[in-house]
């Protein structure tokens, strides 16, 4: 009752804007309170489990299905030698890098400045294709397009390219399905098919560079002077792609490798998104690469984190935020907190507030948050806070000091948005 006391409305000097957030919204909440709190359960599909019961956590990725040799698969010193090994002049790497890098694309036939003769088999062995376009789905508005890929194996990946003012954005898949099992993600519900190659991951940039080439993404004219090229890169398709190391990294050391060996892109410009695997974490930051760190936190406290996101059962909350601390002292780069807003799940005041605390124990000016509006699967438990519970998280959170942005959730009308990744077809 505490909260329906009247206000002197109307009285000068009484700001009755305040009093009513605290009327809607109580301000004293804590940890037990009478507050809903409703709890994380997959509805509609059942959660994979371990031998003692907890929800699995697939690290190793089937072997099986893996494409052939590609020549973005291959460290860039070495791709002469490389080259040189199948029984071709070392020097071909260079050309082929500029069709594929420079012109998108793997048709001998565009590649008059091979020999004719050996082009075919040379182009077969060195740029087989890797993605093939199954379907692609466009929003009304046409600036952003869900592409659906099947790999060579029959697996299927999805990549969603979206512009903005001033920027292209892709974001793209790391895994075919994910291993993590987070009960609100659409991707994790049919467990991990197999890691992509970095081939594979890379083929999706040269794959949408070459639609914005062909003037297929919408928007241009309302985005004036937006740049038809890939610019910024988000990991926030299928799958974990810290689970995937060592190919996550050749496929970001070849965006980043200048042409011909590979995209030229900044490293400022790519995002590479975790569940918080810590070990993976702290290598990154050694790396000496300037990406963009983002830890899919979605709750401050582990009682909560252990449901939402499986693998908290290995690294806590607070080793998480250590290592993403740790990855600013090594890099500089303020790091991302996502954060799903989950209607009376992980949207109370007091994980705002305990949020807030966390991250300003560990210094000021290193972090920001990302809320973002859960993407509902199906399922009635799985719906995104109220919009004024929305402004009320950033509020606290800004009224802390930690900067605060929500996330705008581009491609839901066609699937495209977070989360909603799924490669049912
Ligand atoms: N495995 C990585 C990257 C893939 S998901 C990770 O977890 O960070 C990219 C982001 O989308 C993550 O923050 C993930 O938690 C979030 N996400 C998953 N399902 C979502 C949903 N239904 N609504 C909103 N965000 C979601």
Same mark, same amino acid.
């Given at each position: ?6 206000? #002197? ?24 309170? &009478?507050?809903?709190?409703? &709890? ?11 031998? !003692? ?12 299905? +893996? ?6 698969? /291959?460290?860039?010193?070495? %791709? ?7 029984? @071709? ?68 990946? !999805? ?14 898949? #790391? ?18 098919? %197999?890691? +992509? ?24 004219? %309302? ?11 988000? @990991? +926030?398709?299928?799958? !974990? ?24 892109? #900044? ?41 939402? /996101? ?74 995104? #806070? ?11 959170? !800004? ?27």
């Amino acid at each position: 009752m505490e909260f329906m006391t009247t206000t #002197s409305s109307g009285t000068p000097g009484v700001n009755t804007n305040v009093t009513r957030a605290v009327q809607a919204y109580p301000t004293d909440e804590v940890p037990g309170s &009478r507050a809903t709190q409703v &709890r994380p359960v997959p509805e509609g599909w059942q959660q994979q489990k371990d031998a !003692e019961g907890r929800p699995l956590l697939q690290f190793a990725a089937p072997k099986k299905g +893996m494409p052939p040799t590609h020549l973005a698969d /291959i460290p860039t010193v070495d %791709r002469k030698a490389y080259v040189a090994s199948l029984g @071709f002049p070392g020097f071909r790497a260079a050309q082929l890098g500029t069709h594929y890098f420079v012109h998108h694309t793997n048709d001998p036939s565009a590649m008059t400045d091979l020999p004719a003769a050996s082009r075919d088999d040379l182009v077969a062995k060195v740029l087989p294709p890797l993605l093939t376009e199954v379907r692609r789905l466009q929003t009304d508005s046409g600036d952003t397009i869900k592409f659906l890929w099947k790999l060579h194996d029959g697996a299927l990946i !999805e990549s969603v390219l979206m512009r903005y003012p001033g920027r292209v954005t892709l974001c793209v898949s #790391s895994q075919a399905g994910c291993g993590m099992n987070c009960p609100f993600c659409a991707t994790g519900q049919a467990g991990l098919t %197999r890691n +992509m190659s970095a081939a594979e991951i890379v083929e999706q940039v040269v794959l949408a560079n070459r639609a914005l080439a062909h003037g297929e993404l919408g928007g241009r004219a %309302r985005h004036d002077h937006t740049p038809d090229r890939v610019g910024n890169i988000v @990991f +926030m398709g299928m799958g !974990e792609p810290l689970a995937n190391y060592a190919r996550l990294m050749q496929a970001v050391r070849t965006m980043l490798a200048p042409a011909p060996d590979g995209l030229g892109m #900044s490293a400022r410009g790519i995002t590479i998104s975790t569940v918080g695997l810590v070990p993976a974490i702290r290598k990154l930051a050694e790396e000496g690469l300037p990406v963009t760190f983002a830890l899919s936190l979605h709750a401050p406290d582990d009682e909560l984190r252990d449901e939402l /996101i499986p693998v908290n059962s290995r690294w806590k909350v607070d080793e998480a935020l250590n290592a993403a601390r740790d990855y600013f002292d090594k890099t500089g780069r303020r790091v991302s907190i996502e954060y799903a807003l989950i209607k009376d799940m992980n949207d109370h005041g007091w994980r705002a507030d305990l949020l807030a605390a966390k991250l300003n124990n560990r210094g000021r000016g290193w972090v920001h948050v990302n809320p973002i509006p859960l993407n509902p699967t199906p399922g009635s438990i799985w719906t995104a #806070s109220e919009p004024a519970v929305q402004r009320e998280f950033v509020r606290r959170l !800004e009224v802390a000091g930690v900067p605060t942005t929500i996330r705008d959730t581009r491609g839901r009308d066609i699937d495209g948005a977070c989360g909603q990744l799924a490669a049912a077809d």
